[in-house]
């Protein structure tokens, strides 16, 4: 619009109107004045009053007029602008009239033209919105067309599974909503389910792999880094292998293209769509990897509306998956072994592995570890299907870990059950109490009549066969061995199903032999995984305990112990009980050099002891159970010892019981046990074998133990057991007189004074705390009863230390028997039928040279019984049970004369040949002179002399005999002599004899 140049100018100001000036008037409105003067004219009652009236109004009118006249000259430039503008104003009005009036008229003309021309637009527009329509149908076609070529192909093989996920459901709506009318396309939206079904199962399995897989592959790895002395240079790295990688552009890209899209996906629930074209995948880090893939995936089933599919899915499949890692465990530990990797410590000879207890350990950490990242794995699932779920405000109950490490204890249970050999073990019980049928074995044999097989009808056509099989597909389908089931036959099915029970049919992996034993080495590491367990699964804070907790905790308790080592001590203990040759069955050489002794033991002793370290070692390997354990280690040892005294009884008491065995009859008297235990040489023997045990014997003798403090003991244990027996003899049958016997009783206290030593040691060794260390566990990880050490109460080990005593005085009794038959034995073959030496029918009456024929029985048996104790009993015990028996013998060589009826020559000769005989054997025994037969033979000797002589000798070198042996020797030599007055010789010399034995003190050796 073109301006003007008085537009430059100030715009003029029209002046105010109607109103007057305050200094002529007192009124401020034009209307109030003129009412005042039509009130004024029509007040007035005269023409005088108008005219008045009417020259005021007049005077004032000049005065305005002339007022005005003054405002027009001093506004007459600015009146004249205005009047300016308002004419080109009034001619821009005029001239827009003009143009409006002149587009009226068009628009009136074109509405005419169109009316004439309304069919031909609407044809055109018709056309327009068809081919629309057409352009929008082939876009649809091409889209659809991508999803059904390869693109879609090589999208899921670059594993863009997001977008390829899209691609698919957006055909899928396409061919359902927009292109729903068009026939020609059902076998194509065929086409586009099967996909579907396909790209799920694609998708399931890819899940499965980033859960189970992927994420485990580092545990084996570190595994095999750790345990291989060498690995190939060309070994393929598993995507998960933490290795040093080039740093490189791309991979910096792709890393963080995969935390974009990720952090899309969990806050608006979309991705764009170039972050998840990721071509090389292995540029991402493995831990990225995992991740991306899950969150991808989690959202491909929102996407596809398969999340509560996905979710069960996961459940069932779980168990399947584990079973899997255990068999892929299995096989590559086998693996590692038969390639020698993990050492040849391994590995015996024939292939089969030693230490069976290290593999199944190391089966049982690496399952565990591989359990823990996978836990890890599905916690990542569950919080991307918890996003899903509250994004799109899904009704949908997931999973929770809790169902997860309930499978894990299921799997955990199966590979016990396998591996502790539960369902042989039961089926070896099952058999055992089964009774046995009564089966007419005839019968198997008689003749029959061929009957003809008929089938009557079939099932296969059946909706029940058809619904055994649709649930097995459904089965195959979850295990991943189906990829479309719809277009499998029922044949194909059975084939399947067959297929898939013969591989369960298949000999199952293991890395060592199922052994129930193994339960003690894996018991303390199981505790330690099942501490975890319920830690994870959060039973500690309701108080639950695991599946797993009480199956381990029945097995070991019901089964192991109650069915296995507790009934194997009880049968064990039976049979020793009732078997007669377990007391004459000894241990090997070898095992005696094993164990460090030199004197053979009773192999019961030996089954037994091995029963007690086993269970001390159980007490190690299952510390809950130390109270059962010990409880019945405790029973079983009082029912032993029992045995043993049964035992015991059976061979000192073989016959009826009015048949005494007089040394038993003799360590029965309290008084002769009692002198017998308080004798210096039995009780330095006891302190002698508790040094020994200890390791701190000292072979020099004790300072207290001089000769003639020996001496005067072993004649006091003559005098009390030739005082205890008196007068009389001991028959044949109150003797033990079979060296086997003798020797069955000195093993027999060997093997009980060992077996007391063994559980006195056993109970010492439970006084101290017992820790719980295992190669298999971490202290951290286990529960608060096993970090602690196990203290034993008080009275089991006061228990086990009364029955080591008890065995202990098994032993000394035996000891003592021995002790007391060696000396019954001598007694039985020099006083037997003493009175009988020397009569007319006596075959050795004549033969002065040899000795008498029970004393050569005795020097017999003298002489086996110690080539019998020199092989059972130790040094010691031998010189205790030989010790002082010289002095006995001579007292009783020295007793018999009082059998003589006269002085004859051949009988002092042959009690000379005795006590020669006699002293040869002892001396040959004790490896030393016997030098109290010595006093025996001088003792004889002396009858050969005068009553005179023997007087000057008890003057001169003092007594060496008791009064009362002087006094037979007396008797014997003056036997029937008087004196020249016809006195009687005997007493005489009996009245000498008192005189000089009342005045003189013995110094030499009495017996």
């Known amino acids: 619009m073109q301006r003007y140049p008085e537009q430059m100018s100030p715009t003029p100001r029209k002046p105010p109107r109607g109103k007057y000036s305050r200094e002529t008037y007192s009124t401020s409105s034009s209307s109030n004045l003129l009412m005042s003067v039509i009130k004024t004219l029509d007040a007035s009652e005269n023409n005088e009053e108008r005219e008045r009236e009417k020259l005021k109004i007049e005077k004032e009118y000049k005065k305005s007029d002339k007022r005005l006249a003054e405002l027009v000259s001093q506004h007459d430039s600015e009146l004249t602008k205005t009047m300016q503008l308002f004419s080109k104003i009034s001619g821009e009005v005029d001239f827009s009239r003009e143009k409006i009036r002149t587009v009226r008229e068009n628009l009136q003309t074109c509405k005419q033209l169109l009316r004439c021309r309304r069919e031909e637009l609407k044809k055109l527009y018709t056309d ?34 997001l977008k390829a996920t899209k691609m698919l459901m957006n055909a899928i709506e396409i061919s359902e909503k927009q292109l729903k009318a068009v026939e020609g396309l059902d076998e194509l939206r065929q086409d586009f389910l099967n996909k579907k079904v396909h790209l799920y199962t694609r998708l399931v399995e890819e899940m499965n792999k980033h859960i189970y897989h992927s994420s485990t592959t580092e545990v084996l790895s570190n595994f095999q880094r750790n345990n291989s002395a060498r690995i190939s240079s060309n070994h393929i ?23 974009k899209a990720l952090q899309e996906i969990s806050q608006n629930g979309y991705v764009e769509h170039d972050l998840e074209i990721i071509d090389d995948i292995t540029l991402l880090d493995p831990d990225i990897n995992s991740t991306y893939f899950i969150g991808i995936i989690v959202e491909c089933f929102a996407l596809l509306n398969k999340v509560p599919e996905s979710v069960e899915t996961m459940k069932v499949q779980m168990q399947f998956e584990l079973l899997a890692i255990v068999e892929k465990t299995t096989s590559y530990i086998i693996d590692m072994r038969q390639r020698n990797v993990l050492g040849p410590k391994s590995i015996v000879e024939n292939g089969e592995f030693n230490l069976i207890d290290v593999p199944f350990l190391e089966l049982l950490d690496l399952l565990f570890k591989q359990f823990q990242l996978i836990a890890v ?29 309930g499978q894990v204890q299921a799997v955990l249970q199966l590979l016990l059950t396998d591996y ?16 046995e049928q009564q089966v007419n074995i005839n019968t198997f044999f ?21 619904d055994v099989v649709n649930s097995n597909l459904l089965d195959v389908e979850h295990r991943g061995h189906l990829r479309n089931l719809s277009n499998v036959s029922t044949s194909s099915a059975k084939d399947i199903i067959t297929s898939i029970s013969s591989k369960k049919r298949r000999e199952k992996l293991f890395v060592c032999r199922p052994d129930p034993s193994l339960i003690r080495k894996i018991f303390i590491p199981m505790l330690a995984y099942i501490h975890t367990i319920e830690s994870n699964a959060n039973m500690k804070k309701n108080g639950q305990v695991s599946s797993l907790h009480d199956f381990l905790t029945t097995y070991v308790k019901e089964s192991y112990l109650s069915r296995g080592h507790n009934r194997n001590l009880s049968m064990t203990i039976e049979s020793l009980s009732k078997s007669q040759d377990a007391w004459k069955a000894i241990i090997t050489p070898e095992e005696m050099k094993k164990l460090g002794l030199n004197r053979p033991l009773l192999q019961s002793c030996r089954v037994v002891e091995n029963l007690i370290v086993e269970t001390k070692q159980l007490i190690q390997d299952l510390p809950l159970y130390h109270e059962d354990l010990l409880k019945n280690v405790c029973s079983l040892l009082k029912t032993y010892r029992e045995t043993c005294q049964a035992a015991y009884r059976g061979i000192v008491q073989p016959e009826t019981e009015d048949k005494r065995i007089y040394s038993v009859t003799w360590l029965k008297d309290e008084d002769i046990s009692r002198f017998l235990k308080t004798l210096p040489n039995y009780l330095d023997l006891k302190t002698a074998n508790a040094k020994a045990k200890r390791g701190r014997l000292k072979t020099e003798m004790s300072e207290d133990d001089s000769p003639t403090q020996i001496q005067q003991r072993n004649v006091r244990e003559a005098e009390m057991l030739t005082s205890n027996l008196g007068d009389g003899g ?13 020797k069955e009783l000195a093993i027999l206290q060997e093997s009980m004074e060992w077996f007391a030593y063994r559980i006195n040691e056993f109970a010492t060794d439970l006084k101290k705390p017992i820790t719980c260390v295992s190669k298999g566990a971490n202290l951290s990880t286990l529960p608060a009863e096993l970090t602690q050490p196990i203290v034993i109460k008080d009275g089991t080990i006061k228990v086990l230390t009364n ?45 002065t040279l040899e000795p008498d024929t029970k004393v050569l029985k005795l020097t017999k048996v003298l002489s086996d019984l110690d080539e019998a104790f020199s092989s059972t009993l130790h040094p010691r015990k031998t010189k205790y049970i030989f010790e002082g028996l010289a002095h006995l013998v001579a007292r009783i060589l020295i007793m018999t004369s009082n059998s003589l009826e006269s002085l004859e020559s051949h009988a002092i000769q042959q009690m000379i040949r005795n006590s020669l005989a006699l002293q040869q054997t002892l001396s040959s025994i004790t490896a030393q002179r016997e030098h109290q037969l010595d006093h025996a033979r001088k003792y004889y000797e002396m009858l050969y002399k005068e009553p005179d002589e023997i007087i000057k000798d008890i003057n001169e070198k003092g007594p060496n005999y008791s009064e009362l042996q002087y006094l037979q020797a007396f008797k014997l030599i003056c036997q029937g002599r008087t004196n020249e007055n ?26």
């Not at 919105?129 to 879609?152: A, G, P, W």
């Not at 790295?237 to 935390?259: G, H, L, M, Y």
């Not at 009794?813 to 073959?829: D, M, S, T």
Request: with cysteine; hydrophobic share 35%; proline share 1%.
């Open 128 to 161: 327009a919105v068809k081919n629309k329509n057409v352009m929008q149908y082939l876009d649809h076609i091409n889209e659809l067309r991508n999803v059904n070529s390869t693109k879609f192909a090589s999208t899921l093989q670059k594993k863009h599974y």
């Open 237 to 259: 790295q598993s995507p998960f292998q933490r290795t040093t990688v080039r740093k490189s552009a791309d991979r910096i890209e792709a890393n963080t293209k995969a935390k």
């Open 377 to 405: 794995a599905h916690q990542l699932t569950l919080k991307n299907y918890g996003n899903v779920i509250k994004r799109y405000q899904l009704n949908v109950k997931s999973y929770d870990l809790t169902d997860f490490w």
């Open 420 to 435: 502790l050999d539960i369902q042989n073990t039961g089926d070896d019980e099952i058999r055992i109490s089964f009774p």
């Open 446 to 466: 008689s003749r029959r009549k061929n009957t003809s097989k008929k089938t009557l009808f079939r099932f296969d056509k059946s909706s029940h066969t058809t």
């Open 730 to 742: 001991i028959s044949h049958h109150e003797i033990l007189s079979d060296i086997g016997v003798l």
């Open 803 to 847: 029955l080591a005593l008890e065995f202990d005085e098994l032993a000394n009794i035996c000891l003592l028997v021995l002790h007391l038959e060696v000396r019954v034995q001598c007694f039985h073959y020099l006083r037997s039928n003493s009175s009988d030496k020397f009569k007319d029918n006596n075959p050795n009456k004549n033969d």
């Open 982 to 1007: 016809g006195e009687n010789l005997l007493t005489i010399y009996q009245q000498k004899l008192n005189h000089i034995l009342g005045t003189k003190q013995a110094f030499g050796v009495q017996v």
